[in-house]
Structure formats: structure tokens, C-alpha cells
């Protein structure tokens, strides 16, 4: 059969995603992929200068994403279909553009890990992320803010003449376009995907990108990769060249091997192929393989502790397989960041498909000899030459514009393409995707300054880079301005002026809390914590006051941050039902976040009084979610009433937005009891202290 592609609904049971966390995302990223500075100075100078590269202090300008529960529904995701006679891939253009699905039709096998389920959980640099697929990981080191969010999508005339799926759209942590081109040869075994990621700007820019596939991780499953060495990365924060494929008397290319959860980049020998594959008990798998330019390969195992076991249920429905994960990337590590110069890109081509190899000699002693199979076994499946000459044939077609769309992205890149003037043939950002929360800094484009806004609502989203923060020093100093700059000040480190514009609003804004919450994350990060909960317990009074005086919580209708139930960017049907609520009352998600806040604010100031205030504003759904369950233990435990905190644990809670690597839960039990931590809150991913 010829290439097709087409439309298609996928139907999961799904937590909905919930509104956007309307408070910008002042603080600092947690430090799960932090390398000690000592650490970097034993590393080769070329790793250890792109480590040290531009990292991210926030993840302004995007907002948070943590309003999910763990209830799921039926619910149908818009995807798409590529399909020949050998392979079918399924694709949620929805949802970061995420590959739920790679069937192999001659064998009946899925070749990836394709989760049954659509769990939100808090490991993308903003949030909501779910596990399975591939995933096209973009920005900075983690999992894509984009994990979540709606990508641009349409037919593209593939190299052969069928039909190819490109998605495409804005990256905002580093404000570059990127492209994903998904081209499935007539009668292929393997999907080609074609990557490209330019920087219009007059600048150098940092790039981050990796191609994380998930794979299931049976107890015979191999990882292979053609190295002898590879960098251990661990929730300790430590970075160590270990060999392959055994360490501490363990083979580690067997993900069901590890103790606790890591990672393995390997060190691929110059001039290799770059490949990496995963293949089960029989021999059978799945390989992936690149241009040269993509030159990091990297394992991540779950293990087999508790902590990880638990993770692994948490992203997935009761008596589903677990998963590990074969990754590509730019660089040797994912703790590093390639410049990318001005006006310059980055492109390749990646190849997704079926493998088989002699299993005596995949799961044989002889690891030289298991490469070697499984390199002549993809030499001949899919000869290096071939990938070559298909990037070729690709990029030849890389600036072709879209055909028929398939799906719309975000507003965002019209709004940066109509203010910086870019050429980017082949992904179109097109004034008709401009929505709602671009409409105030359109008007701060054209006229110099931003709408008043009719109602009151929290502030839409702010924007940072600093072409963006010289309009809004220019501009009338209205007080909502004035918190826009101060958050643009605040990103670009000069903290000091930022608490200064912020304070300017203040003094004449009719909606303070917006701003009291800045000036409360301010002090909180200068070491002022009574001065932090003053402000956090201030700003919770008067956005409570705000949303139950007269036309609160009305949805708004002019300015920035109101409030739509279509997507949030201002055209019908943005997104995926799976993000049904986004609209949503900004006011009620702001009352949950700066509640939560200013109870850890006051709880950290030892106030449990003016805690347990705060707490008593909340309507009775909020505090029945998981973490203010845990908020509400912690309460306890400052009164003095431990009995009842530990009734808070016995009766059971989930907390839905429990971060990566997060140990809040083990900390809090800690402080009630020596008793080993129950294996329902057990989400350790690190050895104990």
C-alpha cells in the first residue's frame, strides 16, 4: 500500500490536564540534573564548558502546569496516522507531538512502550508530562515544557512523492522554531524522522535536544549501544565513567538490574554509527539509529527498588509492564547545552524500526560480540549509506510548505515572527493562530503599551526576552506593566529592579495580590522568611477578598490573562478534550496556588496559625487533593498533633503533583515516625543519606 496519512481519534482514559497555574514561575528549577561544580572540573573541557552552558534559572516565560488530578475518564485525543504496509505510527499532535505508537504489521509486535493510559505527573521542566512513545525533548535539560501542549501538524509532499506528517512550533524557554518531519517510506520497515532547529536571532544561542523513546523492560531485555564506556548520572548528582556493560560486579545494559533510577550516556568512539537498540529475550526489539550529528545514546532504568517500582505504577494503570527508556541527543550528556550561531540550524535524520538478532549472541558473555551482531543485524536491515542518503532527500524537502493542516500549535511563534520579521520557510506561523494571550503584547507591539483590562482576573502570561523587556521599560508605567517588567527583570537576573517595579505597581494597582506574590517570592528567595509569609498570608487575603467581592470570579473578557474554555490561546477546539477545563476559572486556580504557598510560606516561618487561616479559605475540594492532604499533615505536626498527622497518612493520599525526585513525602513521615515509610508514599530515587 502507498504511504497514507490521516486523521484518527485515540481513545485513553485520561486525568484532564486542568487550567494553567496563573502565577508566573518565579522560582529557581529544582536541582535534580545539577552537577557540583567539583564534579565538572574532572569532566573532559569540552562537556564540562557546554554543562556550565547557559542554564536555566526558571522556566519563564511558560507557566506551570499542575493542576491535574489522578482521576481518568475515557477521553478522546485527536491523532494522526502514518501508515504503509509494514509499519503504523500514531501520533498526538496534541500532546507535544508525542509517537504513541509504532506497530510493526508483518510481526504483529509494537515496538515501543505504548502506555494504556494518560496519567499526568510532574517531571517536564513545567509539570505535566506522561510517559510512553517517543518524545521530542526541546529547551533545556529535562522533559519539554511542549510535553503537554499543542503542536502545529500538516501534510508535507514526502522526498518519494507520498505524503509526510511535519509538526512544528515555537520553543519558548530559548525562543527558537524547530520542525519534526515524520516520513514513512513506501514498503519500509522504519520511519524516518527529519529534525531541524534554527536560531534567527543575532545571537548565539543554547540548544538542547533528545529523541527519548520508551521500550518495555522485560527481565531479558538488552540495551546495546556501540560503547565501552558511558557516564553514570544518578539522582546523587554525581556524574562517573563507568565501563560498559558492567559496573560493581552488575551488568547494567539490563535495565531490571539496577537498584534506584539512572542514567547511562554512552560514550560512542568517534566515526562510529550512532545507534542504539533494545531487543528482548528472543533477540527481537527495537533499533534506533541517526546522522552523525545526533551523537549522544543514553539508557534510563527505573530499577528494581521500591522507589522506582512505585514511580512506575504511579505513571500507569494497575498490572501494566514497566518501561525503560533508549534516548538520542546533540550532545554526549543530557546535562549539556551545543551553541547554535545566529541565522545558523542544526538538522538530521533519525530511523525508527523492527530489529531481530541471534539472541546467543545478544545475551551472551561476549559483550564485543553482541554489538557486533546487533551493528551487522542494522547494517543489513538498514545500511548507513541509506540514512545518509534519506537525510539528503529530506532535507531537500525541509523548506517545502505545509499542505492540508492537520492540527494547530500555539500563537506564540506569529506573535515573535510578526515582531522580529523571520523567514522560516516551511513552518509557517500564521497571524490566524494569534489568540487571546498574545492580544495584550500585540498591543504592547503596535501601540506601545498593554489594554486595560475590563475584569478582574489574574494576569495573563508574561513575556521575558529581552527584546520583549526594552518595550516594557518604554512603555506607561501602569501598574500592570510594571509587574510584566519586574517578572522580565526577575528572569534576566537583576532581582533588585525587579522588587523595585514591583513595588512601583503596588502603590497604584486596584488588583494588588498579583503583585504582593512577586514581592513574597522575592523575599523568600533573599532570606527574609517572616517577610515572605507577611506577603504570601497579605496576597492570599486579598485575592480571596477579590474573587468573592462584587464581579468576582467572573470570566474576563479584555486584557491579559482572561479567562476562555477553548484551549487558553483563543481559538475554538486548541488542544485536545484531554485539556478540557484549561480555560477553566484562572481566579479558583490562582486561590489554590497562592493558597498552597503561603501555607508553606507561614509553615516554613513556624506560624501554624496564620497557616491553619489560610487553610480554612480553601473550599473543602481543594483541601481534599493529595498535596494539600500532605500540607494538611504538616499543619499537624507543627501544632504539636502528630496522632492526627499520622491519621492523615493511614487514611490514604496521593499526591498528584508529586515532583521528580521529590522527598517531601519521606521527610514528612520521618519527622511521625522511625517506621520504614509505606510503600504506597515510597518514591525514593536515590540512596539513603
Known sequence: ??????????????????????????????????????????????????????????????????GYGRERVPTELDAIVI????????????????????????????????????????????????????????????????????????????????????????????????????????????????????????????????????VPEGERTRVLAPADEAWHFGYARTLTRVPVPGHDSVDRTYPLRGDFPADYFYELPDGARRWIAALDE????LVQTSTDLLRGRKLFLWGTGPGGRRWQEWLTEPGAPGYAEIQAGLARTQLEHVPLEPGAEFSWLESYGPLSADAGAVHGDDWARARAETERRLDEALPRADVDAAYAAWRSRADDEPGESLATGSGWGALEVRRGGHRLPGTPFGESTLGEQQEPWLELLDRGGFPEPRRAVPPGPSLVSPHWRDMLETAPAEPLTEYHLGVAQWHAGDRAQAVRSWERGLARAASRWP???????????????????????????????????????????????????????????????????????ALAAAVAALGREAIEALLAAGRPEAARAVWSGLSPEVR???????LEARMLIAEGDRGAARAVFDEGFEVADLREGEEVLDEVWGALTDEPIPPRYNYRMRPGD
Open 83 to 214: 501508515e504503509n504496509d509494514r509499519l503504523r505510527a500514531t501520533v498526538l499532535p496534541g500532546l507535544g507531538g508525542r509517537v504513541h505508537s509504532l506497530h510493526h504489521k508483518p510481526t504483529g509486535r509494537e515496538l515501543l512502550y505504548s502506555n494504556p493510559v494518560l496519567q499526568p505527573a510532574d517531571f517536564a521542566l513545567n509539570g505535566a508530562w506522561f510517559s510512553g512513545g517517543i518524545e521530542w525533548n526541546i529547551g533545556a535539560t529535562g522533559h519539554t515544557t511542549l510535553s503537554c501542549a499543542p503542536l502545529h501538524a500538516a501534510r508535507v509532499t514526502a522526498p518519494d512523492g507520498g505524503d509526510m506528517l511535519r509538526l512544528w512550533e515555537w520553543e519558548r524557554l530559548r525562543d527558537l522554531p524547530f520542525q519534526v518531519d515524520l516520513w514513512l517510506p513506501e514498503d519500509s520497515d522504519f520511519l524516518h524522522v527529519g529534525v531541524r532547529i534554527r536560531n534567527p536571532h543575532e545571537h548565539t544561542a543554547p540548544v538542547y535536544w533528545w529523541s527519548n523513546t520508551a
Open 624 to 630: 481534599r487533593r493529595g498535596r494539600f492532604r500532605l
Open 515 to 585: 503583585l504582593l506574590r512577586c514581592l513574597a517570592v522575592a523575599a523568600e528567595e533573599s532570606g527574609q522568611p517572616d517577610r515572605a509569609a507577611d506577603l504570601h498570608a497579605e496576597a492570599f487575603d486579598e485575592l480571596s477578598a477579590e474573587r468573592t467581592g462584587p464581579g468576582g470570579g467572573e470570566q474576563g473578557d479584555g486584557g491579559p490573562g482572561r479567562d476562555r474554555a477553548d484551549g487558553g490561546d483563543g481559538r475554538e477546539g486548541a488542544g485536545d478534550d484531554v485539556r478540557a477545563g484549561a480555560g477553566g476559572d
Open 1 to 66: 500500500m502507498a504511504t497514507t496519512v490521516r486523521r484518527a481519534v485515540l481513545t485513553l482514559p485520561a486525568a484532564p490536564l486542568g487550567p494553567e497555574n496563573p502565577l508566573p514561575a518565579l522560582r529557581p528549577l529544582g536541582g535534580t540534573h545539577l552537577l557540583d561544580d567539583r564534579d565538572r572540573a574532572r569532566l573532559p573541557r569540552d562537556m564540562a564548558r557546554q554543562i556550565g552552558s547557559a542554564p536555566l534559572a526558571t522556566v519563564l516565560p511558560v507557566r506551570l502546569l499542575d
Open 282 to 285: 528472543d533477540g527481537h526489539g
